[in-house]
């Protein structure tokens, strides 16, 4: 039997019955992120609790990666409690000499996902969530994953929301829970990263289109704040919703200041509003740039929802759709339109009069003329009698590979990328009478945020995808590549829904992604030379992925280190924060 630290581990038999779930983590005692034996010790005393409240069969494998010398290990830097319940523990360690393998093994002391596949190719539950360190779980959450209903055939994602650092690591469950409750800094949705408020809504950012104050706060549906050309604006999708606060003003109106976006087409589309409990309030055909006006209730807090019918289409690098855009959001003190007693608010439409851009825009929208010097076209502004002469001088050809467009802001064009010439030769035959090629659809509209910290899958699709992909780079979007080719292999996207949460601990600025620290980031790894996958290259592979049905696969049979045999420890019940006993050689 081998043995690794002698005095500390000592032969225990492994339970011959699998565990329900396996929760892979990975992590190395270097302080990373600032307190991370503080962080890492949370997670493990949260998670343990809850395996012993809902008595769910789990497997913890914690890998640990490169250990730095002069420190304990994990095994030995953390406390571990009397009683393991139905949870089993496992460390496995991927030694220095290992990790010296490769090119950026002097910057990057940890390769968080060729970690993770370590610890993924060696799992042994029915169902594997790969995970984080600084993870603490909701109790809505490990009730579901009590009741066993997880199934084949689907990637279970769900949103991250960010809490304060201070986690009561030694805490009773309900303390550290109702401390993440209440410390809420950020949510990590489907839509993008958001500022939450203390009570969980979603803040407004500065600059919003909604003014600070005025009750409004944009939730599901609704992405962050753009701008072009100075012009701050939303994009909204076709199911979105919003939370107004109510107020002591007397009857106001809400007025939205919208636009029909590509998702619709840039086309006129009808627009619904709906109360929380689904009841229609009001349904409009929106044709153009106009204002919407939604009669509120004086002194309560109403939930609306927003829905858009005959939307869905995309662009071809973008998975969002983007139906239409807010430019504006704000109360108007008006007096609504008297309707009888119990009914609810009503929803009202009214367009809003052309702007200099808008008229603009129609102008851009007149008969071309198309001549030797270039390309002319006229208009005429309203209420006005001078024709208005505008010359490109540009050849015909350029102009019909651009894509001009006047919008709010400004104007601009499009210049499509340049084609590279194929050094396969020509094919021998060519098809007769082909039709023309089907549009061009973007990738699925995956919840790619923050999903390193919890994407769960079944056993065997992970295997068939053969874990994450194991390039020699900053982890950065390669859980995303990930979650991509685990959708088009078929295992689809089930969002878990509130009040399932997962809490993250914050860390220092810089040490992961987090807007706040997102320059400081990307600043780190250029200075050191460390490569990373860019959101362009995401999407291409994305759009490769959506066009022909299949996943990308990037590793070989051997991915997880499989041609290694690395130490795993078996961590078994202690007393009061000594060293765990056991170890075992499985490889």
């Not at 909701?138 to 994953?145: D, Q, V, W, Y």
């Not at 003014?211 to 994009?235: I, K, L, M």
């Not at 878990?496 to 601990?505: N, S």
């Amino acid at each position: 039997m081998d043995t690794w630290r002698a005095g500390v581990f000592e032969a225990v038999p492994i339970e011959e019955d699998l565990p329900y779930l396996s929760v892979v983590v990975t992590a190395r005692n270097d302080d990373h992120g600032g307190n991370l034996l503080g962080r890492m010790q949370t997670f493990v005393n949260a998670l343990i609790g809850q395996v012993k409240r809902h008595r769910l069969p789990l497997e913890l494998v914690v890998v640990e990666w490169n250990p730095p010398p002069g420190r304990p290990p994990l095994a030995a830097a953390l406390r571990w409690p009397e009683d393991f319940g139905p949870c089993q523990v496992r460390i496995v360690e991927v030694p220095p000499e290992v990790h010296r393998r490769y090119q950026h093994a002097e910057a990057l002391p940890l390769y968080q996902m060729i970690a993770k596949n370590v610890g993924i190719r060696r799992a042994r539950g029915r169902f594997i969530l790969a995970t984080n360190i600084d993870i603490i779980f909701s109790g809505e959450l490990f009730e579901f994953l009590a009741q066993r209903r997880l199934e084949s055939g689907k990637m279970y994602r769900i949103d991250r929301y960010d809490v304060m650092p201070d986690v009561p690591a030694d805490a009773p469950l309900e303390e550290q829970l109702a401390y993440c409750q209440s410390h809420l800094l950020r949510l990590n949705a489907r839509e993008g990263t958001f500022p939450l408020t203390p009570e969980g809504l979603r803040a407004l950012f500065d600059d919003d289109i909604a003014s600070p104050g005025s009750g409004v706060f944009f939730g599901p549906g609704w992405y962050a704040v753009e701008r072009h050309f100075g012009q701050a604006f939303r994009w909204v999708g076709d199911e979105s919703e919003l939370t107004v606060e109510g107020s002591d003003a007397g009857p106001c109106v809400l007025a939205f200041e919208i636009e029909p976006g590509p998702g619709v087409g840039r086309k006129a589309f009808r627009l619904q509003v709906l109360d929380s409990s689904g009841a229609l309030l009001g349904e409009a055909r929106v044709e153009r740039r106009s204002v919407l006006r939604l009669r509120l209730s004086a002194k309560r807090r109403q939930a609306f929802r927003f829905r858009v019918v005959g939307g869905g289409l995309k662009f071809a690098l973008d998975p969002r759709v983007l139906s239409f855009r807010v430019f504006r959001c704000a109360r108007e003190k008006a007096a609504p339109p008297a309707q009888p007693a119990g009914e609810g608010p009503a929803a009202s439409f009214m367009l809003l009069r052309a702007s200099r851009w808008r008229r603009l825009a129609e102008l851009v929208a007149a008969p071309w003329r198309i001549g030797r010097r270039g390309v002319k076209f006229l208009g005429e502004w309203r209420r006005s009698t001078l024709p208005l002469r505008i010359g490109l001088p540009i050849s015909p050809e350029t102009i019909r590979k651009l894509l001009p467009r006047v919008e709010a802001g400004g104007a601009s064009i499009m210049v499509p990328p340049g084609k590279r010439k194929s050094r396969l030769p020509a094919p021998a035959t060519a098809a007769v009478n082909a039709g023309p090629s089907p549009p061009e659809r973007g990738p699925a509209h995956l919840h790619a945020i923050a999903c390193g910290d919890f994407t769960l899958m079944a056993r065997e699709h992970w295997f068939d995808l053969r874990g994450y992909p194991e390039f020699d780079l900053y982890s950065f979007n390669l859980d995303s590549v990930l979650c991509y080719a685990a959708h088009y292999a078929g295992a689809r996207e089930e969002i878990l829904p509130d009040p399932l949460r997962i809490y993250h601990i914050e860390h220092a600025a810089g040490s992961g992604w987090t807007p706040e620290g997102e320059v400081r980031l990307f600043s780190r790894i250029a200075e050191q030379g460390i490569p990373c996958l860019d959101n362009h290259e995401l999407m291409s592979w994305a759009s490769l992925m959506q066009r022909f049905q299949v996943p990308l696969i990037f590793n070989r049979e051997n991915w997880g280190l499989a041609d290694f045999h690395l130490r795993q420890a078996v961590v078994g019940p202690g007393s009061g924060g000594r060293p765990p006993a056991g170890f075992i050689r499985e490889d």
